[in-house]
Every structure is written in C-alpha cells, then in structure tokens.
C-alpha cells in the first residue's frame, strides 16, 4: 500500500506544478490622461524585464495574460510624455482606471546640459542612426506576435483576418535576405469583399507574361473565369500587403537602414528633414520629439509593377536621449508629384498612401520591434475607375462610401527569443509568410495567446461581419 499511497501522493504533487506553470492571471483596464481624462492609445503595458507586454486600443483599454510565475515583478504602464505606473502584478486592481500624469522635460535646460551635444534635429536624427548598430540587435533571434489584418469601406469590415506569427532575424548586421517570417495560426478568416477588380487581373496577366500589351478598359468580366480573377486577387493581396512586402520593403524603416536606396540611409537628408519639437519623459529617461517633414527629393518606394513613387514624408519621430535609440516612428507618406497626385484622388480619394507607425521596446539594453501599424488604400472594386492619372470620371457614379477600400495590419510582438538551440530548432522547420492562405483553427492554441484588444467600433464591426460571413458560407 505505502508504494501506491507514494505514488498517488507524487501524482498530485506532479498535477499541481503543472496546473501552477501553466496558469495565468488576466489583467484588463483602461488607461486615461489624469488632466483631459481621454484615453491614451498606444500606451505600454508589460512586465518588467520580461518580453510579456501588450499596448492599449483607441478606447485605452488592454487586456494582458500573465503567466504566474511573474504574479511577483512589476507591472508598468507607460506612454510618452507621461509619469509611469508601476505596480506588481498581484496587486493590479482591474475594477479601477489607470491615469498618467503628463511629464514634460525643459528643452533649454537639455540643450544646455553639454556642447558637445547635436542640437537640430537633423544632426540628433543622424546620430541615432549612427548608433543602429549598438541598439539594434546584434545577434539572431525570434520574436512571436499577433496579427489583425483588416480591410474596409468607410462603411463596414469587408476582410478580417487575425493570425500568430514568428519573425526570424539575424540580425540588423546583415541584409533583410536573412530575415524571414512564419504564419503559425489563424483564427479569424472572412472575406466578404467585391474581388472584381479587373485592374488586378490585367496587372497579373502583364506579371505573368511578358510584353503584354493590356489595359482594363479593354477586358469584360463576363469573360473571365472566377477562379482565374480570385488567383489574380490573391497574388495582388500578397504584392500589396504581404509580410514579405512589409518587412523586407522599405518602409522596414529601420531594419533596412543599410540596404540599398534605404529611406533611412545614406541619403536620408535628401529625402527628409528633422525639427526639433520638444523634450518628452517616459519612466524616468527624456526622449527627443522630432518632426519630420519634406526635403528636396520625392520619396519613391518603386515597388514592382505599381506606380508608388513621388510622395512627400510627414510625421513624428522618438528618439532617447541618453542612447540615441529610436522609440518610435509615426510616419506617412503624402501624394506630391502631380503624376501620384492625380492617381491617388482617382485611384483612392485621398493623398495619404501609406500611414506607418512603428515602435521599438528595450530588452536586454537593445531595441526590439513591439508594435506595427500599417495602413494603406486599396483598390479592390475598380467600378469606373481605370489605374490612368489622366483619366476623368464621373463622380456622381462613384460611391465613395463603398467604392474606397483601405487596409490596416497591425502587429504585437508579444515574445522575444534569443536561446540558440531554440532559434536552431525553429529554422529547421518550413517557413510559410503567405498570410492569406486558410489554415485549419486549432481552439486550444488561443486560449491563452496576448492579442491586441478591439475599440468598440471595431467589436461591432467584427460582430456583423461575422454574421454576414456566416449567412455567406450557408
């Protein structure tokens, strides 16, 4: 009896340390300004000295799952400009709001504190990019991360898709060739869009043989095959918002720095310049906010097969002032040649091409992507539209509210890893970056995995796209 009375006994003592490695506390808040009382979006919520962090919707509201083990260590809350939070873990009351205080630093007292000091924005810019090589990392690693692709009219969601990914890197020290990307799960997929876009066909055909002469104008949809404009819409899903587009491009601002033609590169006065705004504060350390505006060159992304080129660049950028390390890019590229002018009021009604923010966490002293947010329009439904910047239409038409389609992704890096043999491990296995491609649901997976929390638009938004997509499918 005594051997089984043993047994039984190790057997419980096995059960609970599993139950305890595996447990999780959830955290969920809204996080205000403590003088305006609006919600602060984009503010950081993590676990000190750990990769376990989310951020805060346009609601400041976040949900975070911590594993027990940390129930012990600090929970920060932090935005720039603002007095962080910190707390331990087990002792954040969810039943009350988060308020940060703003923190603002004096920016004649920091530009006087050393001569030897940049003090233009253009010459701080410059040496943060002097510093890449010792903040970024210098060594291969995998990060994990959630992704919400979404794509809309101004009136609904017309294409959902929510995915886990792992990003392999091997460092910033060698070319964006060694980067890759992996789509691990998928657990939203609808797609109620109108994929009749015969602008989309005709540029697949002129990929896929050359020396075509083509154009729209001259094609009948009532002649075209479904599965053969489906193909073609795939393949301009994956040129337009492809992962491999996203970060292999240059828009990869400060990954690519070192690639050829780099917007951040060599050349990066000619195609931007840099003001200095002011001095912010985030836990305790000043960060310089800087403008960035237009130069002297257009800024051209030349992407393959696709008139993306003549824009202008607007935007913020955050960089620390102790290590030149940059913290974060809010940046848009903006219509300014008369060529892109004209294509994108005809193409999209709007100037704005590309809106980018991207934002960096500190781990281990280097910087690690946190948070992607991409947005960019798209031409899905062409409608009377043809892809000519010469073209005239007739705008009463046009159905601005359903014929405009824009997408959003949006990335959370919720995990970094740097132990070798795991990255070993991880390589070895086949990478697949095609995001649009179904993959089978796999429930348990989800369960406790940090995603990025709707705003309560968008929670709607997804309600009736999925009951419209589950009429669909019957």
Avoid: C
Avoid at 48 to 64: A, C, E, H, R, S
């Amino acid at each position: 009896m005594k051997p089984q009375f043993f047994k039984h006994i190790l057997g419980i003592i096995v059960f609970i340390t599993y139950i305890s490695a595996f447990s999780q506390t959830e955290l969920k808040n809204s996080v205000l300004d403590a003088e305006t009382f609006l919600p602060l979006e984009s503010a950081s919520v993590y676990v000190k000295n750990t990769t376990i962090g989310t951020i805060t919707n346009v609601d400041g509201k976040f949900i975070l799952v911590v594993p027990e083990r940390y129930q012990s260590d600090t929970l920060v809350i932090s935005s720039i400009g603002f007095k962080s939070y910190k707390i331990p873990v087990n002792e954040f009351d969810s039943t009350f709001d988060v308020y940060l205080e703003p923190d603002v630093a004096s920016l004649d007292e920091v530009l006087l504190v050393a001569e030897t000091r940049p003090k233009t924005g253009n010459d701080i810019m410059l040496r943060a990019l002097e510093r890449l090589p010792e903040n970024l990392p210098d060594s291969s690693y995998l990060q994990k991360g959630f992704l919400r692709h979404k794509e809309r009219n101004k009136k609904e969601f017309k294409w959902l898709i929510e995915s886990a990914i792992t990003l392999y890197d091997s460092s910033s020290a060698v070319s964006d060739e060694y980067l890759k990307i992996n789509v691990d799960q998928v657990r939203k997929s609808y797609d109620l869009r109108d994929v009749d876009s015969l602008l989309a066909y005709t540029s697949y055909l002129k990929n896929q043989a050359k020396n075509i002469k083509l154009q729209s104008r001259n094609l009948k949809r009532d002649t075209i095959e479904t599965a053969s404009l489906i193909k073609a819409i795939k393949w301009n899903d994956n040129r337009i918002n492809g992962l491999e587009t996203l970060f292999h491009g240059k828009l990869n601002l400060v990954r690519n720095y070192a690639s050829a033609k780099a917007l951040f590169g060599e050349n990066v006065l000619n195609l931007h310049q840099f003001k200095l705004d002011t001095i912010l504060v985030e836990n305790e350390r000043k960060i310089y906010k800087i403008k960035i505006s237009k130069s002297f060159d257009f800024i051209n992304l030349e992407t393959k097969g696709i008139y993306n080129d003549g824009y202008q660049a607007n935007g913020w950028i955050y960089i620390y002032w102790d290590s030149y390390a940059i913290k974060r890019i809010e940046y848009e590229l903006v219509a300014a040649s008369s060529a892109q002018k004209s294509r994108s009021k005809t193409l999209y009604d709007t100037d704005i091409n590309h809106k980018l923010v991207i934002s960096y966490k500190e781990y281990q002293d280097k910087m690690y992507l946190n948070y992607v947010y991409y947005e960019t329009p798209k031409l899905v439904n062409v409608g009377v539209a043809i892809d000519d910047p010469k073209t005239e239409i007739d705008e009463s038409t046009v159905n601005k509210d359903e014929r405009y389609y824009y997408t959003v992704q949006e990335i959370l890096f919720t995990e970094i890893i740097t132990n070798p043999d795991d990255i070993a491990r991880a390589i070895e296995n086949g990478w697949d970056a095609d995001l649009f491609s179904p993959k089978p649901y796999n429930k348990d997976f989800w369960k406790n995995y940090n995603t990025l929390l709707e705003s309560k638009e968008e929670e709607k938004l997804i309600q009736d796209l999925t009951k419209r997509y589950s009429l669909f499918k019957e």
